[in-house]
């Protein structure tokens, strides 16, 4: 247990429709990242929070929002899914600044049929 | 632009054979390179910090290396169980750019 919590663990929806992928970061990390990750693809950086604030975004889609709230979990809502949503989706938290690294969670397997 | 390199894509090695992986970068401002292990279907796990050329460290049968312009992944007498795709990134101004990792397949 890597200590950063992501549920669900697997999500099926149809196209068009919204979810909403939680993660609860390691104890005392005030910094949440949020990746994609397709099938045999790399990390794709979405958005960064720190401490309830967004820090820096990525190649998220309009579609796509996240926020992170004052008990420091954070949500990423997908809206009007398409095929090309289907993804891992994995969630990552990290102390002051980035020098010890990220710790990732298991991550959401969102499939969109 | 800072930039993270990571070759070969992909490598097949028999049980036992050594070899090692490279990670290239351009990054304006170097504080950190950290290398990750992810197996299919998982989050990645952390591996190693290094933060400054010539520095070293070691865990069981891997090594990894930095210089000021490339990192080396070594992995002595390999095992199946170290199968898995290895990635490498490093922190510019507080970001972490992210290689497209090397794809690691060890056959017993």
């Known amino acids: 247990d890597s200590g950063v919590t992501q549920t669900p663990k697997h999500l099926i929806t149809a196209t068009g429709q919204r979810v909403t992928l939680r993660c609860s970061p390691r104890?005392?990390?005030?910094?949440v990242y949020w990746y994609q990750q397709s099938l045999d693809q790399g990390l794709q950086f979405l958005i960064q929070y720190y401490n309830g604030e967004e820090r820096a975004k990525g190649n998220i889609l309009e579609r796509f929002s996240a926020q992170q709230f004052p008990d420091l979990h954070s949500e990423l809502n997908l809206s009007s899914l398409e095929l090309g949503d289907s993804a891992l989706y994995f969630c990552a938290s990290s102390g002051e600044g980035t020098d010890y690294g990220y710790t990732f969670g298991s991550g959401t397997r969102l499939t969109v049929v | 632009e800072d930039q993270v390199t990571q070759s070969p894509e992909a490598l097949r090695l028999q049980e036992g054979e050594s070899s090692s992986l490279n990670c290239s970068y351009t990054v304006s401002g170097l504080r950190g390179l950290f290398w990750y292990r992810q197996d299919p279907g998982k989050g990645p796990e952390f591996l190693f910090t290094?933060?400054?050329?010539?520095e070293e460290k070691e865990k069981e049968r891997l090594k990894a290396t930095l210089t000021k312009k490339e990192s080396f992944l070594h992995i002595t007498a390999p095992k199946p169980e170290d199968s898995a795709t290895y990635l490498c990134a490093v922190n510019s101004n507080y970001q972490l750019i992210w290689g497209a990792g090397t794809k690691l397949i060890i056959k017993p």
């Open positions: 290094l933060y400054s050329a010539g």
């Open positions: 104890s005392g990390d005030l910094s």
